[in-house]
């Protein structure tokens, strides 16, 4: 199942019968609830996204302007043109992937994310995890503002000997710093 939102800001006013979004209309078994822990991350990936990896990432397909063009920027009440939602999930999913997987793709299940706020182009990404059993929970900041800017969990096929009996401290867990 695949289950998407837009948010587009300023926007509405299409209809005065629906009432405003929430997941509280939703079933409970399709709703993935995240709680980022409060101990030290089992991992810390840090990544750094390019100045063109918005134009790059264009190439998914998804041309909306937001993602090229200032004025549109500006105009969705950004200083410059955002990076791709999907594209700073990859980040994420990357840093699980290296820092848990051996670099194995094909070790991941599932993937869910929660996008919170925006990422420039250009800005650092780190990635923050957490072992719990097959599951391993991220929260993703812009280093530059500090703010928190996704959070998730990857579920993995199996976890890996490396992992057997760690689920917490701070570990790099072959990431970078």
């Known amino acids: 199942?695949?289950?998407?939102?837009?948010?587009?800001?300023?926007?509405?006013?299409?209809?005065?019968?629906?009432?405003?979004?929430?997941y509280t209309t939703y079933p409970a078994n399709q709703i993935s609830r995240i709680s980022i822990p409060n101990s030290a991350p089992s991992a810390v990936y840090e990544d750094q996204t390019q100045q063109s990896q918005a134009l790059l990432y264009r190439l998914s397909g998804d041309?909306?302007?937001?993602?090229?063009?200032?004025?549109v920027a500006q105009v969705a009440g950004f200083t410059r043109?955002?990076?791709?939602?999907?594209?700073?999930?990859?980040?994420?999913?990357?840093?699980?992937?290296?820092?848990?997987?051996?670099?194995?793709?094909?070790?991941?299940?599932?993937?869910?994310?929660?996008?919170?706020?925006?990422?420039?182009?250009?800005?650092t990404l780190v990635t923050e995890m957490w072992v719990d059993g097959q599951r391993v929970q991220y929260q993703t900041k812009a280093?530059?503002?500090?703010?928190?800017?996704?959070?998730?969990?990857?579920?993995?096929?199996?976890?890996?000997?490396?992992l057997c009996g760690r689920s917490s401290g701070a570990d790099n867990g072959g990431g970078r710093l």
């Not at 800001?9 to 005065?16: E, V």
């Not at 594209?87 to 869910?112: E, M, Q, Y």
């Open 1 to 22: 199942m695949n289950r998407s939102t837009i948010f587009l800001r300023g926007a509405g006013g299409f209809s005065d019968s629906s009432r405003p979004y929430s």
């Open 63 to 71: 041309y909306n302007p937001l993602h090229s063009d200032p004025m």
């Open 81 to 123: 043109p955002i990076l791709h939602g999907l594209c700073t999930l990859g980040f994420a999913a990357r840093a699980v992937i290296k820092s848990f997987c051996n670099g194995d793709p094909a070790a991941v299940r599932n993937i869910f994310g929660r996008f919170l706020l925006h990422v420039y182009p250009g800005e």
């Open 143 to 162: 280093k530059e503002r500090d703010r928190a800017v996704l959070s998730g969990y990857v579920l993995l096929k199996h976890i890996p000997s490396s």
